[in-house]
């Protein structure tokens, strides 16, 4: 393949899953928004993940771009960026990513939580959830000013080598691996819970959803860091993990469908309404 058909080939990856991503999310962010049937407690970090996932999205417009200026032998387009662009390109690229690799993390602590402590977790008040989603957003936000830094002295985007982002992910990783371990032994090992009822068949439920989702993200992720760990030196590689590492932002939306028949059955309410609204728009226009 030459450079220039190869240019337009990632070009045209990147773009694919950026609008993807986009459109995926946002119509999650709408279905959670008009359905107060999933907007609960113990959907409140979902939300926040599917609000995250949306902004890797958005950047991984802009990545598309890079990935068409980065490369000295591909001269489609010239992309001419200021020292400021640069940071803060170097810094939306990892704050978003991960922000929502964090909201993954905490997903499974809340997930621990509710099956270690159920009781516990019925009383915790939505105060607690507000300052758990303003850390989530932080934490990431401080990683990402402080690897502004690193930019700023090596003058490159290749943000994803530095240790600082290679260990806040693998922090993430562990916690997320160590919760959901947990909650598999006890649910295997464990003594069966004393809650019943539909309330704590959900909450079960629920649990196993976002287990599966955490899986699916876990084997989308762990390509791209660690090839970023190992130094890997294969371009197309890192490019393929890349697309891998962002594709992860719209899996979790399958996921909720699949499993979730509440979500299935507002996003059919959705289409049912546009296909009436179109349907009564029709005889208008015949008159």
Known sequence: MSSSSECITWFAVFLTVSVAIVIVNLLSIILFMKNTNLRTRAMYLVINLTVADMFVGVISFLYAIIQLYASRKCAIVKIFLTSKETMT???LFCWFPLTSLTSI??????????????????????????VTIFAIWVLPAMV???LQLFVAFRNELQ???????????????????VSYSSIVVQFLLGAKPQQHGAAANRQRKLTITLFIMTIVSLLMWLPFVIAASSRLKSVRLH???????????????????IRM??????????FKRRQRKNAAVIPLQAR
């Open 89 to 91: 390109m170097a810094f």
């Open 105 to 130: 993390a905490v997903i499974s602590l809340d997930r621990l939580h509710a099956t270690f402590r159920p009781f516990r977790h019925r009383f915790i008040t939505e105060n607690v959830y507000w």
């Open 144 to 146: 990402s000013a402080t």
């Open 159 to 177: 943000w994803y080598y530095f240790p600082l982002w290679e260990s806040y992910s693998c922090l993430c990783l562990f916690v997320i691996c």
């Open 239 to 257: 490019k393929t993990f890349g697309a891998l590492f962002l594709a992860n932002s719209f899996v979790n939306v399958i996921v909720y469908t």
């Open 261 to 270: 028949p509440e979500f299935r059955k507002a996003i059919l309410e959705l």
